[in-house]
């Protein structure tokens, strides 16, 4: 059996950018892929003439990966900046949406948030950060409730949180969430100062259209267009409908063998599956509990995603905007179930017919086995009770989308334990190699950083971290 360089286990955004730059640079490489089509959550679906997105809508206009990747693959002229009344953003509170302050002024006199919420959040610049005693992270809602007060926390923090990881904030820790937070927090002794530092600093010239940092970029297509220049540059190297089952060390290299029976022999593995899947593949390898539990136990959001086409006319008093997030303090009967919505035609051009507007929503697992006409239904119902319409508008497209352990949840120690798993590796197991969204964090932008970092690695000849 001939013995690759390197194979990669998994074709989601972070395997393929690894795979790129490592055939780039003259390596044999191979991706196997579990599904019929690549990208693993990152798509684009057309529907009579409405565009949604499978996983993520949109990537931030400051992501250096994402850009030079983009660049890289000679798409970056086809990015395309979301429009500017996009940066809108609402926040459901009791029963309307009420948008979220983007200046000062606009902080002051905010519903958002009580004057005494307000004042707790405006001393945080005179309270210095101080490092927990014992090293131990905090989770989100200890770091943020001590900087910014108990109700800027669940209403802001905890709005956010949902939005990204759609998790709550005791589940996630606050140094392996949000590192970058993290560190401008403890390097300038306050959160506040932290964000002030970050904007001050001199932003690189980035490939692409020249546009705010806070704005989002896609393609005119959507973001299917980064996965199809993946997957074309990979060429006949990505094998399609391939599921790795077992992993065996044998003598120097690693041999995987596929569900379809096919066997393939790598010096080098990267594991770019998901947490459990990279678990199952280590425990066929033999290898030894430390090596597996730290990836068992990740948990995981699941997340089902309902795309509604509705004709603008039905949708009276449409905001417009980026979409609006439900803060965890709105419960009661009144209250959506939905964790937010994303006015997904609202951001860019050419995501809905003439008169048409498109929007996502997003739920968790606790719908998840419901029908789909019925969480279809509570999504339409979900938007006219945010936007206060007087009946239910009826979508003219409809498609829900569940993902099933989808999402990271970076818990306390999450990071430390990678680090140590890592180093595990190297010792019981030199050849694997871990990327995807589990290991260095879960944006577009961190896993296409991983994929390639991991790249860069074996490029320069290391078996390991
Ligand atoms: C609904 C949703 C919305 C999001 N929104 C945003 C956003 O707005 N901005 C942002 O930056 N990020 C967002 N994210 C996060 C980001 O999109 C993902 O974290 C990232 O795309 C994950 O990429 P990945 O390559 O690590 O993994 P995945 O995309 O999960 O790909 C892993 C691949 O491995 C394959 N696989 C699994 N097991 C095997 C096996 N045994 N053999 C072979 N193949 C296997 C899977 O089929 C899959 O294709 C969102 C995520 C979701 C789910």
Redesign the pocket.
């Known amino acids: 059996m001939h013995t690759l360089d390197v194979l990669v286990?998994?074709?989601?955004?972070?395997?393929?950018?690894c795979a790129f730059d490592l055939s780039r640079a003259g390596r044999s490489v191979v991706t196997?892929?579990?599904?019929q089509q690549?990208?693993?959550?990152?798509g684009t679906l057309e529907i009579d003439g409405f565009r949604f997105?499978?996983?993520?809508?949109?990537?931030?206009a400051s992501?250096e990966a994402?850009r030079t990747l983009a660049a890289d693959l000679g798409i970056a002229d086809r990015l395309v900046v979301s429009s500017g009344a996009s940066s809108a953003r609402y926040l459901f509170l009791e029963g309307r949406l009420v948008a979220l302050p983007s200046s000062i002024p606009g902080f002051l006199t905010t519903p958002v948030l009580s004057f005494g919420g307000k004042l707790r959040v405006a001393t945080e610049l005179l309270r210095r950060f101080k490092q927990p005693a014992g090293g131990v992270e905090p989770t989100l809602r200890a770091f943020f409730t001590e900087r910014l007060g108990p109700e800027a926390a669940t209403r802001l923090a905890g709005a956010f949180v949902r939005g990204?990881y759609?998790a709550e904030l005791d589940e996630l820790g606050a140094e392996s969430a949000f590192p970058r937070m993290w560190r401008a927090c403890t390097e300038h002794g306050g959160l506040i100062k932290g964000v002030f530092a970050a904007q001050k600093k001199k932003k690189p010239v980035l490939p692409g259209p020249q546009c705010k940092s806070s704005a989002l970029l896609s393609f005119p297509n959507g973001l299917r267009e980064l996965v199809d220049a993946l997957a074309s540059a990979s060429g006949t190297n990505l094998m399609l409908g391939?599921?790795?089952?077992t992993l065996a060390r044998d003598g120097e290299s690693w041999v995987a063998t596929?569900a379809g029976g096919l066997s393939l022999r790598a010096r080098d593995v990267v594991l770019?599956?998901?947490a459990p899947?990279?678990a199952?593949?280590l425990d066929t390898a033999g290898l030894p509990r430390p090596c597996i539990t730290p990836l068992e136990r990740i948990t995981h959001?699941d997340?089902t995603?309902v795309h509604l086409g509705f004709r603008a006319v039905d949708v009276p008093g449409f905001p417009g905007g980026f979409g609006y997030l439900v803060p965890p303090d709105q419960v009661g009967p009144e209250a959506p179930r939905v964790l937010g919505t994303i006015f997904a035609s609202s951001l860019f051009e050419g995501r809905a017919p003439t008169g048409g507007l498109g929007v996502t929503s997003?739920y968790r697992s606790s719908t998840a086995t419901w029908p789909d006409a019925e969480i279809a239904r509570e999504a339409a119902t979900d938007l006219a009770r945010a936007l206060r319409l007087s009946s239910v508008p009826t979508p003219v497209v409809s498609r829900v989308l569940r993902?099933k352990n989808?999402?990271?949840r970076y818990a306390p120690g999450h990071m430390l334990r990678m680090a140590t798993l890592e180093s595990e590796l190297v010792r019981m197991a030199p050849g694997l190699h871990l990327?995807?969204?589990?290991?260095g964090g879960?944006?577009?932008?961190?896993?296409i950083a991983?994929?390639r970092a991991v790249a860069h690695r074996l490029r320069n000849g290391a078996h390991s971290p």
């Open positions: 286990i998994g074709a989601g955004v972070s395997g393929l950018a196997l892929e579990r599904a690549a990208g693993g959550v990152v997105e499978t996983g993520p809508n949109t990537v931030q992501s994402f990204v759609a391939e599921e790795v089952r596929t770019a599956c998901p899947a990279a199952a593949l959001a997340v995603l997003f993902w989808v999402i990271p990327a995807g969204s589990y290991a879960v944006s577009v932008e961190q896993v991983r994929g």
